[in-house]
């Protein structure tokens, strides 16, 4: 059992940024030697931290092996905690260059295709415009399990996720979340295609056509399997599966396609591609995008320039509930 570590005496004065920075450097690769070439020092050297971390807190920080070193539980809880301070530094000097040049930073965003294909763009053309000196970098992350991995890892700074309920109830302890607008699913066929010309379509006259559907656990694909069970019909086996939406804008606008995408997407496709909304009467549920956060993490000013123009554009995209997969 680990003996009393009292903070001024062992810990105060004798940890180091640069002993931290070795401490995470073993951890991330697993091994003192390729973190001394990862370092520039010695192996000796990086063991030599490693001990005098473990005499200072009184416990085994790795598990040293043949294949090279693992956390130990205690070590594990020291990663974490050295992780958010460095992150908080790294934030520091983010604030510190914004404080010094105005509007001026990185800001690391992840979401998925169907984010990035209609509301994640309007986002970034109001950012650039209102502030033209910050920059972005977007990840493509998978929302259905909302296990946000990077925004854990802090190697995102926020996602833009689209929730499967109303209310994040699932969504794990260490994130949080702010609902911006409610997204809907739309049918959509291209224009030349006969479908598009018709007033009315019921569910099951589509049963045989080829459909563009995303896997089966994601939001619009689950709604239209619904719509066809209710129906008493087997869900179309002529299917194309992918994320992809430059695949599906594009087949669908042969005209021998159809398929199901998020109306944020498709007002921004609708007139490039030449799609167009089938007029069917189907229940809609709502389908909320949300900015998600880690909790407790301190965002930078920049990022919150972010936030703010993704609430402004989101105010543009609230429109009212329908009970059709048509759009107005």
């Not at 059992?1 to 931290?20: D, K, P, Y």
């Not at 005499?55 to 020291?78: C, H, I, K, W, Y």
């Not at 990185?106 to 920059?135: D, M, T, W």
Request: contains cysteine; positive net charge.
């Amino acid at each position: 059992m680990a003996s009393h570590i009292h903070w001024e005496r062992n810990i105060g004065r004798r940890f180091q940024l640069r002993e931290l920075h070795v401490f995470f450097t073993v951890a991330d690769r697993g091994s003192m030697a390729k973190a001394a070439v990862e370092l520039g020092i010695t192996q000796p050297s990086v063991s030599a931290v490693i001990a005098s971390l473990e005499t200072s807190l009184g416990v085994r920080l790795f598990d040293r092996g043949p294949g090279g070193v693992e956390p130990t539980p205690f070590g594990r809880a020291l990663l974490t905690r050295v992780q958010a301070a460095f992150d908080e530094l790294r934030q520091g000097v983010k604030d510190i260059e914004f404080l010094s040049e105005a509007n001026t930073g990185e800001v690391k965003v992840g979401c998925p295709e169907s984010v990035a294909a209609g509301f994640l763009p309007a986002v970034i053309n109001l950012l650039s415009q209102q502030y033209p000196r910050v920059s972005l970098v977007v990840a493509s992350v998978d929302t259905p399990t909302l296990d946000f991995r990077e925004l854990a890892e802090r190697k995102l700074d926020l996602v833009l996720a689209r929730l499967a309920t109303p209310e994040p109830k699932n969504l794990p302890a260490d994130y949080a979340a702010e609902i911006l607008f409610d997204d809907q699913f739309c049918i959509v066929a291209g224009e030349r295609s006969p479908w598009g010309r018709l007033r009315k379509i019921d569910i099951a006259d589509l049963a045989e056509e080829p459909w563009i559907v995303t896997p089966p656990d994601t939001p619009g694909t689950s709604w239209i399997a619904d719509a066809f069970r209710a129906r008493g019909v087997e869900f179309p086996k002529r299917c194309i599966t992918t994320y992809s939406a430059h695949i599906r804008n594009n087949l669908i606008a042969t005209g021998r396609f159809v398929g199901t995408m998020p109306e944020s997407a498709f007002d921004l496709a609708a007139g490039r591609f030449g799609l167009k909304a089938l007029p069917l009467e189907l229940p809609v549920p709502r389908w909320p995008i949300a900015v998600v956060t880690l909790r407790n993490r301190i965002l930078s000013p920049v990022v919150n320039l972010c936030l703010e123009c993704a609430r402004t554009v989101a105010k543009t995209k609230v429109k009212p509930n329908r009970r059709h997969g048509g759009v107005a």
